[in-house]
Structure formats: C-alpha cells, structure tokens
C-alpha cells in the first residue's frame, strides 16, 4: 500500500511538468534557425525572389495611414496581421487597408503573451478576432501571426480551428 502512494504522487507531481511543456512545447518555433530548417511552412518561406512583406499590431489611426501612403507610393502591397481590439476600436482604418488592396490577416484579439495554458479563451479570442477582421476585409482571413512569435498549442489548434494558416517569419 505504502507503494502505490509515493507512486500516485509522484504522478500527480510529473502531470502539470507534462501539461505545461504540451502548451509551450510549440514555442521553440520561435527560434530563427530551428524554425527555418524545421518548420519552413511557419518561418513563411516562399518562392525564390518574392518577399513578403508585413505589419503586425495595427491597426492604427495614426501611423497605418502613413504606412499606406508610403506602400502606395512604392507601388507595394504587404500583409497586415491586425489585432481584433485594434479593428473593432478603429474599424475605418482596418477597411481602408483592404480598399487599397492590402491583405487582411489575424494576429490575436490582444497582444498578450501565452504563458498559461487557456485553451477556451484561446479559441474564444481567436474566433473573434478572425471575425472582425474577415469583416473589415469582406472576405474570411488565411493567415495567423501570434503576438511575440510564441506559438502555443492552445492557439496552434485555436488558429487550426479557425480556418487560419499560423505564420511566423524570417
């Protein structure tokens, strides 16, 4: 008996070692090196002599519009990895990015770090997040960039269950 008791703790101390290294696991693809030889799909490698261009954060009254002119200038379309609380407090500036013939993309509903497993509020947030901004471009998002680069499984699956491709970048 006595046994099967140091036993039963010893597993209910391994279990949130196994759960927390589950959720943060994914983040290692925020390293640089590991994600381009990896997981080349994430680091957003595409086809020799094109360049991706992107903004995360936005948007933002102020400064996008600057951004715009600029790009407009330049001839250039980029991607705009938008946060839901941005579009929803600025949604004008959020469809003016798609009326100039930006892609719309999804970068969380806020810029929170993921260091505690919620995959509820994960799915939550994201759903909405990918909503606004499908409904300031017109038309349903591809892409998901999480804040700080630190993809957790909670929002990997969230991101997956939305319909959103996760990207980092290069």
């Keep these: 008996m006595r046994q099967g008791f140091h036993t039963g703790r010893a597993v209910c101390a391994v279990a949130p070692v196994v759960v927390a290294l589950a959720h943060i696991g994914p983040a290692v693809t925020w390293l640089p090196e590991l994600r381009r030889r990896r997981f080349p799909g994430l680091a957003g490698q595409g086809r020799p002599g094109h360049v991706a261009l992107t903004f995360d954060d936005g948007p933002d009254p102020v400064t996008t519009p600057r951004f715009l002119d600029v790009l407009d200038g330049l001839g250039v379309r980029a991607t ?13 500036t959020a469809r003016e990015l798609a009326r100039r013939g930006h892609e719309l993309a999804v970068h969380g509903w806020a810029h929170d770090r993921p260091w505690l497993p919620s995959p509820g509020r994960d799915t939550r947030e994201l759903l909405r997040a990918a909503h606004v901004v499908g409904e300031a471009a017109g038309r349903a998002p591809f892409w998901y960039r999480p804040p700080y680069g630190i993809l957790s499984s909670g929002r990997w699956a969230a991101a997956r269950g939305a319909g959103l491709r996760p990207v980092l970048w290069t």
């Excluded at 705009?80 to 004008?92: D, K, Q, S, T, Y």
């Design 80 to 92: 705009f990895f938008l946060l839901g609380e941005n579009v929803v407090r600025h949604p004008a």
